[in-house]
């Protein structure tokens, strides 16, 4: 199967169970990887027969900035859901990680995989 990623894509949105956490939006680091067959856009160089990562993109962005989910868990799922809605996505891969929010790491996060 091939894939389209889409990787590092910054959001900033309200996310965490703590109170502190409820108020401000944090920064909230995404990687998508989609999976379909691109070989009719590799042959007709045509993005109505791709998946189109721009629009996804954007969605997910959307998703994470104005959902206001508590766990990275949920944020995860909701935006694997949305991506398993676009034609042509048979399998995603999403990772949502929460940059500085456990102290001495980079970064937290999940890594789920859905399929339809």
Request: net charge neutral.
């Amino acid at each position: 199967m091939d894939k389209v990623i889409i990787k590092n894509l910054v959001a900033r949105g309200i996310i965490g169970i703590n109170d502190w956490e409820r108020v401000k939006p944090q920064e909230i680091l995404i990687n998508i990887t989609l999976f379909g067959d691109l070989k009719k856009a590799g042959q007709s160089d045509d993005i109505e027969d791709s998946i189109n990562y721009r629009t996804i993109a954007k969605h997910a962005q959307s998703l994470a900035e104005n959902c206001q989910r508590q766990t990275v868990e949920a944020l995860a799922a909701d935006i694997a859901d949305d991506c398993l809605k676009v034609q042509g996505v048979k399998k995603v891969n999403v990772r949502v990680e929460k940059p500085g929010a456990v102290r001495f790491a980079e970064s937290v996060g999940v890594e789920i995989e859905r399929s339809n």
